[in-house]
Structures are given as C-alpha cells and as structure tokens.
C-alpha cells in the first residue's frame, strides 16, 4: 500500500486506489493550556470545544478499512489526555495491530500509577512530550499555564511503571521547539530526558507569525538560515502537509474531515467519516479538485471555500517529488 501511495502522489493521481495509511483522529480541539501561537488557545480556530465521544468514534471505525491503516495518530488541535476515554482509542486500534502515537503536553493532571498501568496496558506505541525548556523560566514562555515539575515528574512515573511490568512501550521522546529563549538549555534538557527514560528530541522550525520570527527563532537557527541561499531545494521528499492528501485522512472530534492537519475551519471539511465511509470521501469531487490544486501550479480558483488557495505549500510535493526537480 505504501508504494501504491508514493507512486500516486509522484504521478500527481487525484482519483486514488490507495487507502490512507495514517489516521489523524482528535480526541478534542480542547486544552489546559495557552501557547502563544496555538489556534485553539489564541481563537484563531472554529472549531468547536468538544471531546470525541465513543459512540461518534465507533462510527469513525467503522467506517475505515482498519486493515489497510498502519498508523493512528490520536491528537492534533488539543490535549489528548483530556478526553477520558484516550486508552480506550488507543486499545480499539492497537488490537487491530495499528501503531498508536500521542503527542501531548503530559501536563493536565498529576497522572497516578493506576492510569499510568492502563495507558501502558493500551498498547500505545509512541508518546511524544512537548517540552520546550529545562527550566520552568524558559518552558512557560511558550507552554503558558504548564508546570514543568509536574510534567517530569508524570514522565518519571510511567518510566517506573513501564520498568515494573517490563514493557519497552510507548517509547517516550521529549521534543523541545528551539526557540531564543531556551536553546541555551539543550544539554540540560538533554540530561533531563535521560533521566526520565525519554529521547530527546529538537524541532529548530516551529509555525510562528512572521512579524515575531525574530522575537522568537532561535539565534543558531537564524545564523544556519543566513548561510543557506533562498534558492536551494533538497532533492527528495520533504515533509509537507499536502502529502496527506494522498496518504493520511485528518479527523474531527465530530468526525469532520480536513484535507491537512492545519486546517481548523469547519467550513473547510470536505466530508464526515462519522456519517460516510471513507470511500465516499477519499475520492470526493473536493479531495480531487484539492489534489490537483496542489500540484498543478495552473490550477485555477477552486469553486469551494478551502484553506489551500492561501498556503504557501501549494505545489512543493509535486515540484520536489519528481526526479528531475532542481
């Protein structure tokens, strides 16, 4: 399947024969606390405040080919522990033999063995933790209302608990988005991620508004960009969102289906994969029109409301893709 996939985005197919190969589902566009470049915290979204209930994740399920995903990546516009039925999602896919992966704050609550045994026991494969900092100073510039204390600590206890049933997952990475304010703490949070049983990660590219970029980006990382001419392109697949136009179905709370992960304007939905099946929504008139756009630099205007007409990724995967691309 996922040969079928790259041969498809590298033809610039717009009806598929494939199935995702990644499910995007959010447990809730609903979080604890307030980044600064968040759309859920700041109100850039409109996407309503609400939690994936069981029942509306069941119909989601059901209508997936669940034997064609290899991969559910339960989060996206909010903090997944909040949902209280997150280990449950997890154990649904995991038994279907899908790789779960959460990405979190691990800062909503003071997590106890007992619930820690039970994310453990869901089979989640990958937890990663945004922790931007090894300092409460440096992390709650950008993870505002968070407490770092809190979030080692949580980290700590599930290395405990995975040690004491002998399990080698989730693996847990501490991912840190360098930013001017702590990149002096890199060997810090280095330690600190050793110490909790976690990989340490740096993400140096983070969305931010370009009016703050010097406020924020990280002094190394504006020297590097200042010895890179503007005109360079890496030969090769480069990570994009518009691969997920062909490779990953992105889901609502409410079961919404947006062509990226960084759509978050519930006019922009292209269908509802809690009231239809993923084959009437993969090859939609709208998930065509949408592929083509994005790989047909001559494309016209589309006539729908849609979020890529104002992207700056438009075209990067077919132009980048091909062979011959320079």
Not at 185 to 201: I, M
Not at 289 to 311: H, I, M, Q, W
Request: charged share 25%; aromatic share 8%.
């Amino acid at each position: 399947m996922l040969k079928l996939i790259e041969h498809e985005i590298r033809s610039a197919s717009t009806h598929l024969r494939s199935h995702p190969f990644c499910v995007m589902l959010d447990p809730g566009p609903v979080c604890n606390l307030r980044c600064p470049f968040c759309p859920t915290t700041t109100g850039w979204s409109e996407l309503k405040r609400e939690f994936l209930k069981p029942e509306v994740f069941h119909r989601i399920a059901g209508n997936l080919r669940l034997d064609l995903v290899q991969e559910l990546h339960l989060y996206n516009w909010g903090e997944p522990f909040l949902n209280p039925y997150l280990t449950d999602y997890i154990r649904y896919f995991s038994q279907h033999g899908t790789r779960t992966i959460v990405h979190t704050n691990f800062s909503s609550n003071d997590f106890d063995d007992r619930f820690l045994v039970r994310l453990v026991d869901s089979g989640l494969t990958t937890l990663i933790i945004s922790i931007d900092g090894a300092s409460q100073e440096t992390y709650e510039k950008y993870r505002v209302g968070g407490d770092i204390q809190r979030v080692l600590q949580n980290m700590r206890r599930l290395k405990d608990v995975k040690s004491g049933l002998g399990a080698t997952n989730p693996t847990v990475s501490y991912k840190m988005l360098l930013n001017r304010f702590n990149e002096h703490e890199q060997d810090d949070a280095r330690r600190l991620a050793q110490d909790c049983g976690a990989e340490f990660v740096v993400h140096e590219n983070f969305w931010m508004p370009n009016e703050l970029r010097t406020e924020w980006m990280a002094r190394s990382v504006l020297d590097k960009r200042g010895q890179i001419p503007v005109t360079s392109q890496a030969a090769g697949p480069i990570p994009t969102e518009c691969r997920q136009l062909w490779d990953t179905v992105i889901v609502n709370a409410n079961g919404d289906v947006f062509p990226c992960c960084l759509v978050c304007k519930p006019r922009h939905a292209v269908g509802n994969l809690a009231e239809q099946d993923i084959r009437h929504i993969w090859n939609n008139e709208k998930m065509q029109k949408l592929r083509r756009y994005v790989t047909d630099v001559n494309a016209g205007p589309l006539s729908f409301d849609n979020a890529c007409e104002v992207c700056p990724n438009r075209s990067c995967v077919h132009q980048k893709l091909l062979p011959d691309s320079t």
